[in-house]
């Protein structure tokens, strides 16, 4: 029998307009004890069952909402949920010469504080809601079923912000939950592309596959033109560039082991890395450099993490894009395209298009936006749930 758990009158109007998220408060306190994963009933101060929800007592998110009715959280249900994932893939993701893609968006399948990743004949399980861990078992097997992978991994997530902010390259973060393991790297496809990921080491596996759709748009776009890419990470949007035809790639980073990657992924597509840069350093630095060098780009692209992935760099996304899109406006020639991106929760799009604002008119210069993007059609969320629109890619066209 679940636990009933009373919410307050602000938890009351959240639950009936669908937000599956249940914030600590002075009600949350006064819950009888439980303990971290239990299916608990959420009531109104009168008794009126509302919700039931995953327990995470521990947490700011003390508890997530998974269903509107009463249910029990058993393989059968589990089963359900995630097909309705799979079908919305199936029927709307246009995932089309590609294998790597997001299977269960956590809020976004109605599946609250856990994501499914495919990379090929592998998932990458993760879990963001330390409730779902006494349930792990019953997921995998429940995937297991629907769809019967090679393997299926977890992706542990340090508390630590310190190791978040390193990166976290070399670590293994990666464990296999059943199944084969994978080759290490594993080559997934994207676009018809190829991409080496890594479902064993570092904090991410290599590619960051919400962009996919944006990449598949830049491609359109690069043909004969010259490209740099801004915080190129593993050169994904690099390595679409230079398939797409780009007379010229430029790649920055400041970390040395993933331009490496970036080169192999290069190879992998049998693009000559030599035909392009790859450039080690803090990107508002290679900025200045390339500035004196007098260079001139055709689209220069920005795709900052949220935070720096190391110590020196001067960037950090809140203030700092304002200072990138000055310098590297600088760069750009007239008619050209700047694409800012950027996947920062906590920025909303207005505020995130001020900073653009700022940025062009630090440089003396107009911007005019000529597209909007976000995530992918299987990274979706409830309308219920404005959180789950994270993803800003504008594309700017320089006055």
Known sequence: ????????????????????????????KKWPAGETGDLVELVDPSGRFLAQA??????????????????RLDRGWVKERLQRAISLRRDHAGLVDTDAYRLVNGEGDLLPGITVDRYGDYLMVQIYCSGWRRHLKLVTQ????????????EKSRPQNTRELESGGEGKKYGQLLS??????PLVVLENGLSFQVSLERGLNTGLFLDQRKNRRDLMARVQGKRFLNLFSYTGAFSVAAAAAGASLVTSVDASPGYMEQARSNFSVNR???????????????VLDDLARQKKCYDVVLMDPPSFSTT?????????????????????????????????????????????????????????????????????P?????PEGRYLKYAICVKG
């Not at 199944?179 to 290490?184: C, Q, Y």
């Not at 969320?381 to 749930?385: A, I, L, R, S």
Request: with cysteine; charged share 25%.
């Open 179 to 184: 199944g084969k393991p994978a080759p290490e």
């Open 271 to 285: 693009l000559n890395p030599k035909r392009h840069e790859f450039l080690v350093g803090d990107c508002l630095t």
């Open 54 to 71: 995953l327990l995470d007592p521990k947490d700011r998110i003390v508890a997530r909402v998974l269903s509107r009715e009463r249910m």
């Open 381 to 385: 969320y409830p309308v219920t749930f």
């Open 142 to 153: 429940a995937l297991e079923e629907l769809l019967e992978p090679a393997g299926i991994y």
């Open 311 to 379: 110590s020196k760099s001067r960037f950090t996304t809140r203030g700092g894009t304002a200072d990138l899109v000055a310098a590297a406006m600088r760069l750009l020639k007239g008619g050209g395209l700047l694409i800012a991106s950027s996947n920062h929760q906590k920025v909303d799009l207005a505020d995130y298009l001020k900073e653009l604002r700022r940025g062009a008119l630090q440089a003396g210069g107009t911007l005019q936006v000529v597209l909007l993007s976000g995530q992918p059609e299987d990274f």
């Open 1 to 28: 029998m679940s636990k009933a758990c009373t919410v307050g009158p602000e938890s009351v109007r959240m639950i009936e307009l669908g937000h599956p998220w249940i914030i600590a408060d002075s009600y949350t």
